[in-house]
């Protein structure tokens, strides 16, 4: 399911993993939906974002999410605090 992070990048992973289910849960979706709208399972997402813990993921898997959130790939990776543009973006 998920790949082997080395330990330079886990902290990486951990920091992309809570940005992303925070921004998920801003959006509103659940982890089903939003798995559902990137074309993952909702197993791999939990994994993704499971807090503390460093799940590797593939490019593709993080573009869709990306998409699936309507951000920016670049600005989820930098996504540490979230501008007001992304936050107030609301899904249907």
């Not at 330990?7 to 992973?13: E, G, I, L, S, Y």
């Not at 089903?32 to 460093?54: D, F, T, W, Y």
């Amino acid at each position: 399911m998920s790949k082997q992070v080395s330990f330079k990048n886990r902290d990486r992973f951990i920091q992309l993993g809570v940005a992303i289910a925070a921004l998920r849960k801003l959006r509103g979706l659940s982890q089903e939906k939003l798995a559902e709208q990137a074309g993952i399972s909702r197993s791999l997402l939990s994994a993704i974002e499971a807090p503390g813990v460093a799940n590797g993921f593939s490019l593709e898997v993080f573009f869709n999410i990306a998409d699936a959130l309507e951000i920016d790939p670049a600005a989820l990776i930098n996504a540490s605090v979230f501008p007001d543009q992304i936050i107030s973006r609301k899904q249907d």
